[in-house]
């Protein structure tokens, strides 16, 4: 299936925007919602069954060169499966450039945008556009994708360093008031390591007081929180990282860092900031103090 925000690696974030120049076309990858009127192509790679949705006025304009079609509706039935699969030959253009197993025969119809944000494939030439948003496969083929893609040096993505995380029962998160005390998990003793986060945690790094890193290790598969409590980050500030190094984040990993610390600790619940406060030293552990809430406050 397509990765959501809670299976996103430093590949992911490192090919974001990443683009590849083909013989005669161009393909720019991104991550984002589809909408409108269109239509879902299935297809198969190396056996794997593979779906994509496509905006319908887009796939018309796409055809225009060939075959001048108002609408699906328009094209003949006999002519859906050597459609569908003409509409793949850039994608398996690429895919041949880059030694990966080629899309075979497809099947053409119309279907409902995607629910969530998902995978974004924009094949262009010239004026013409072919936005195939990934809607269903292997996780395997869309990263074999993503790491055939350069990654651009000059891009940078800006990343959260926490210490950890407290967890919050939904049924108190409204009755917290400045000065109560949450507790801290997840967090070095020490307060040499830190966590990386992104749209989920990426990994931990180890800082020192020059400012340099090290990647301590990776982020292990990210467990569920339980839905009666809420999970709330706690970030001591931001690092900018270039995507270069991201293709290459792994443990041992010296890297450079450009970091802005926060005054305050900031618990960030899905990139939003919910609190304030300070670390606390507890004789069991590491506290965080609360000395703001955000207002108003529901149970999130």
């Known amino acids: 299936m397509t990765p959501h925000a809670d299976t996103w690696t ?4 490192s090919r974001l925007d990443a683009c590849f120049v083909g013989d005669g076309y161009a393909l720019a990858c991104g991550y984002q919602a589809a909408g409108g009127k269109g239509l879902r192509l299935d297809t198969e790679t190396d056996g794997t069954p593979l779906s994509f949705w496509i905006p319908e006025v887009e796939w018309c304009a796409w055809l225009a060169p060939q075959l001048a079609l108002p609408s699906f509706a328009a094209a003949p039935v006999e002519y859906h499966e050597v459609l569908a699969t003409h509409t793949l030959a850039r994608l398996n253009d690429f895919l041949s450039a880059n030694g990966l197993p080629a899309c075979g025969a497809a099947r053409i119809s119309p279907a ?18 072919l936005p195939l948003y990934v809607m269903s496969g292997s996780i395997r083929w869309v990263d074999a994708v993503l790491a055939a893609l350069p990654s651009d ?17 939904r049924a108190e998160w409204t009755t917290l008031t400045a000065g109560d005390a949450l507790l801290l998990e997840g967090a070095d003793d020490a307060l040499s390591l830190f966590w990386l986060n992104g749209p989920q945690n990426l990994g931990r790094l180890r800082l020192d007081e020059t400012g340099n890193a090290e990647v301590a290790y990776l982020a292990s598969a990210a467990v569920a929180t339980p839905p009666h409590l809420i999970r709330l980050d706690a970030e001591i500030g931001t690092a900018a990282i ?45 506290a965080i103090r609360l000395s703001a809430i955000a207002m108003p406050r529901s149970k999130t």
């Open 10 to 13: 430093t590949l992911h974030l």
């Open 112 to 129: 409902a945008p995607p629910a969530e944000p998902c995978w974004r494939l924009l094949f262009s030439e010239g004026a013409r556009c």
């Open 153 to 169: 040096s000059q891009q940078t993505r800006i990343l959260a360093l926490s210490l950890g995380w407290v967890l919050v029962p």
């Open 242 to 286: 270039s995507c270069t190094t991201l293709a290459d984040f792994r443990p041992g990993l010296n890297l450079p860092l450009t970091c802005i610390r926060h005054p305050e600790i900031r618990l960030t619940h899905r990139g939003k900031t919910l609190a304030l406060g300070q670390l606390l030293q507890l004789d069991d552990g590491l």
